[in-house]
């Protein structure tokens, strides 16, 4: 997590109607008990955590949640 310096804008696709389009979805397998968190080097007096931390398996859960109901996760972790 960056800790919020960097934004991410939401994805959308404009497709073409006379081409056949084909998507991949990738993930890197990270270990489900790693604990997610702001990056050290992003935190200082000026810029305390943001977000809170949590178990990689906890986070792709609630990811793959809040993406089929159309929401951002991201703002679930503010604290």
Do not use: C, W
């Amino acid at each position: 997590m960056n800790n919020g310096i960097f934004r991410s804008p939401v994805h959308r696709v404009v497709t073409n109607t006379e081409k056949e389009r084909l998507s991949l979805a990738m993930f890197y397998a990270v270990d489900e008990e790693t604990v997610l968190e702001p990056a050290p080097g992003l935190l200082d007096d000026k810029r305390p955590p943001r977000y809170r931390k949590m178990l990689t398996k906890d986070f792709v859960a609630g990811l793959f949640e809040h993406f089929r109901q159309g929401k951002r996760f991201i703002d679930t972790l503010k604290i």
